[in-house]
């Protein structure tokens, strides 16, 4: 499971403590599991190493907007820098749009998840399983979470 750190991100002054560490921060901020948006993200970039309709460059870690058949969704990168910042704002949206699935709490800090406003009702998969359904089709798409959540703890 997993594979090597992309450099990639390296290059823009994120080392791996340092991206686990913002998903924690924002996590935190927001009061969402850490340990499922982190899940989410390695589920959905293939362990950050992309290969689909979203780009590494892109810094869109849960695939935000895109579709399939080369739709390629947000680009936080465009929005807010190919820098920290940009990776940040990636990982913030992710967790802002996972704490509208789980929650009709409002966000704690500016909304920068620009499809925030599509999830509705606010707050209609307060568990991971039901993420599944809602999230993603994919009737097994808790169950990977879950087994990416065990392995990494």
Same mark, same amino acid.
């Given at each position: +499971?997993?594979? *090597?750190?992309?450099?990639?991100?390296?290059? #823009?002054?994120?080392?791996?403590?340092?991206?686990?560490? +913002?998903?924690?921060?924002?996590?935190?901020?927001?009061?969402? #599991?850490?340990?499922?948006?982190? !899940?989410?993200?390695?589920?959905?970039?293939?362990?950050?190493?992309?290969?689909?309709?979203?780009?590494?460059?892109?810094?869109?870690?849960?695939?935000?907007?895109?579709?399939?058949?080369?739709?390629?969704?947000?680009?936080?990168?465009?929005?807010?820098?190919?820098?920290?910042?940009?990776?940040? +704002?990636?990982? #913030?949206?992710? &967790?802002?749009?996972?704490? !509208?699935?789980?929650?009709?709490?409002?966000?704690?800090?500016?909304?920068?998840?620009? #499809?925030?406003?599509?999830?509705?009702?606010?707050?209609? !998969?307060?568990?991971?399983?039901?993420?599944?359904?809602?999230?993603? +089709?994919?009737?097994?798409?808790?169950?990977?979470?879950?087994? &990416?959540?065990? *392995? &990494?703890?």
């Amino acid at each position: +499971m997993g594979g *090597a750190y992309p450099s990639y991100y390296e290059t #823009r002054g994120v080392d791996l403590n340092k991206f686990a560490q +913002m998903y924690v921060e924002e996590a935190v901020a927001e009061g969402v #599991r850490a340990d499922v948006a982190f !899940a989410q993200a390695m589920h959905e970039t293939g362990w950050l190493a992309f290969g689909g309709d979203v780009q590494i460059s892109q810094f869109n870690f849960a695939g935000l907007g895109a579709t399939g058949g080369g739709v390629t969704g947000e680009n936080f990168a465009e929005q807010y820098g190919d820098n920290e910042n940009g990776i940040r +704002m990636g990982i #913030r949206a992710q &967790i802002q749009h996972l704490k !509208a699935y789980a929650s009709a709490e409002p966000l704690n800090q500016e909304c920068v998840d620009n #499809r925030y406003k599509y999830v509705s009702p606010k707050g209609k !998969a307060p568990t991971i399983g039901s993420l599944t359904g809602t999230w993603a +089709m994919d009737s097994s798409y808790a169950a990977k979470l879950v087994k &990416i959540i065990n *392995a &990494i703890e």
